[in-house]
């Protein structure tokens, strides 16, 4: 059996400057945590099934109101970015189908570590932060 490990931990680093997308970011960041502990203390299934619904959920959620945002302050590179929201859509939905099909809490907690935290920190380092320049560029000029 595999030993979960790993974890997620919000840094000021992360902030973008935009109230609301980091309040968001900062949610998501809470909301992995969550299923990593849920999965260390050996939630029930329905308990852990329950939070990575409500992170898929919120995660399409925030996806939208970023991509909202970038439309509002008409980001050159939108379509890319938003063709990586909808990459990883698919990706955390292929996550949550494995689990169900066959994957532990141990498996699972590390997965989420590999991919999905690995994916949030990387998005939001290189990709979030350039919208977030954009966005101060745009305002400094009004």
Not at 69 to 92: I, W
Not at 116 to 136: F, Q, T, Y
Request: hydrophobic share 35%.
């Amino acid at each position: 059996m595999a030993k979960a490990t790993q974890g997620i931990a919000w840094k000021d680093e992360f902030r973008l400057g935009n109230d609301q997308v980091d309040e968001q970011h900062y949610q998501l960041f809470i909301q992995v945590g969550k299923i990593i502990e849920s999965c260390a203390d050996g939630s029930d299934m329905a308990k852990l099934r329950e939070t990575l619904d409500f992170l898929i959920d919120y995660t399409i959620y925030h996806f939208n109101d970023e991509e909202a945002l970038q439309l509002r302050y008409n980001y050159p590179d939108y379509e890319r970015h938003k063709q990586l929201h909808e990459d990883f859509k698919v990706t955390a939905l292929d996550l949550v189908k494995h689990y169900e099909e066959s994957g532990s809490s141990a498996e699972l907690s590390n997965d989420v570590n590999r991919i999905v935290v690995k994916w949030l920190i990387n998005h939001i380092m290189r990709e979030d932060k350039k919208i977030g320049e954009h966005i101060r560029n745009i305002e400094k000029q009004m």
